[in-house]
């Protein structure tokens, strides 16, 4: 069983900058990959990015080159630093944890454990 709790969301103007955390409970951190979604109002949730446990990090195309996932596996976290934010990136994002393999890392189905979200809201 893994526990996972998101922070960092918040308001911030187009062109900011936000860093979400995503803390994991228990001991097999290591063993999981990890993926970061969100979920606008009226949308689907959506995939935004993914770090395996090997260290390989996947992106949705709308945001790679702005935002960057990584993991410390002492800590038990994994982040993602999102620079150059548009309003187009508000949403609920969401960490997720699970064992997946190359061609779902970026479904959401692949992933087991979930945390509760966090809110991101860009401004114009």
């Known amino acids: 069983q893994v526990q996972l709790v998101e922070s960092g969301g918040g308001l911030v103007q187009a062109g900011g900058s936000l860093r979400l955390s995503c803390a994991a409970s228990g001991r097999t951190f290591s063993s999981y990959d990890m993926g970061w979604f969100r979920q606008a109002p009226g949308k689907e949730r959506e995939f935004v990015a993914a770090i395996r446990r090997s260290g390989i990090t996947y992106y949705a195309d709308s945001v790679k080159g702005r935002f960057t996932m990584s993991r410390d596996n002492a800590k038990n976290t994994v982040s993602l630093q999102m620079n150059s934010l548009k309003p187009e990136d508000t949403a609920v994002y969401y960490c997720?944890?699970?064992?997946?393999?190359?061609?779902?890392?970026?479904?959401?189905?692949?992933?087991?454990?979930w945390g509760q979200g966090t809110q991101v809201t860009v401004s114009s």
């Open positions: 997720a944890a699970g064992q997946v393999v190359t061609t779902t890392v970026k479904r959401e189905y692949a992933y087991d454990y």
